[in-house]
């Protein structure tokens, strides 16, 4: 059965602070995604990983994957209280439905 | 141009009550979900149609039945609504080609269903 694990699960971080959440998954997959929800809306896909080594970088955000490792990484630059949000990883194999980690809620204050 | 939508947006109702939501999406996919959002914000999958057809039934109260009527709409009919249904419910679609290497999954804004 495929987990996906993140950490941490809430992160409170000061403006212009690095931080990193990492997620582990538990079986073998070669694609990862990261979404971002704000409160109360809907799932924004972030980052689409679909190779081993894959790194996508969107402004402050950069993304990793490490499928030998079942590991991805998110690593946030220089934070800003705009990047507040929850932070999903998720995974599947193919034409299957996405496994969900639990979510990393990020709050960012000055 | 919204990619996918659902209806109602916010739905409260009353315990017993039977209801159900709606999902279509424009984007020519084959694939719909219905993912489950509780209130500690984790995400489970439902269900999940390929071109019609049932294809991920996750383990799920016989309250809840999917029905696609065609490829670019799934809806979510709950019968004897109860407490602990409370929770958002997602709709999303991809592409399902076993040649595609990913099929990311789009989003629909929610349904937030509150049962009192």
């Known amino acids: 059965e495929l987990k996906v694990e993140q950490n941490p699960l809430f992160l409170s971080m000061q403006e212009g602070k690095n931080y990193t959440i990492y997620c582990n998954y538990s079986?073998?997959?070669?694609?990862l995604y990261w979404y971002r929800q704000d409160p109360g809306k809907s799932l924004e896909s972030l980052f689409v990983l679909l190779s081993n080594g894959a790194v996508k970088q969107e402004g402050r955000l950069m993304a990793s994957l490490d499928t030998k490792a079942r590991l991805s990484t998110l690593h946030i630059t220089a934070a800003v209280h705009d990047l507040s949000a929850t932070y999903f990883c998720?995974?599947?194999?193919?034409?299957?439905?996405?496994?969900f980690g639990k979510g990393t809620t990020l709050s960012v204050s000055s | 141009d919204t990619a996918v939508s659902q209806t109602p947006k916010y739905l409260v109702t009353q315990m017993g009550n039977d209801k159900s939501i709606k999902c279509e999406q424009n984007l020519g996919h084959d694939t719909m979900y219905w993912y489950k959002q509780d209130s500690k914000k984790f995400l489970k999958i439902m269900f999940s149609?390929?071109?019609?057809?049932?294809?991920i039934n996750e383990t799920v109260p016989n309250r809840f039945s999917p029905k696609s009527p065609d490829k670019a709409h799934l809806n979510l009919h709950i019968n004897s609504l109860e407490l602990g249904d409370s929770a958002v419910y997602f709709c999303a679609s991809s592409t399902q080609t076993a040649t595609f290497s990913y099929n990311e999954q789009f989003f629909g804004p929610g349904t937030r269903l509150t049962v009192l």
């Open positions: 149609y390929n071109n019609k057809e049932l294809i």
């Open positions: 079986t073998t997959s070669d694609r």
């Open positions: 998720a995974t599947n194999q193919a034409g299957t439905a996405l496994i």
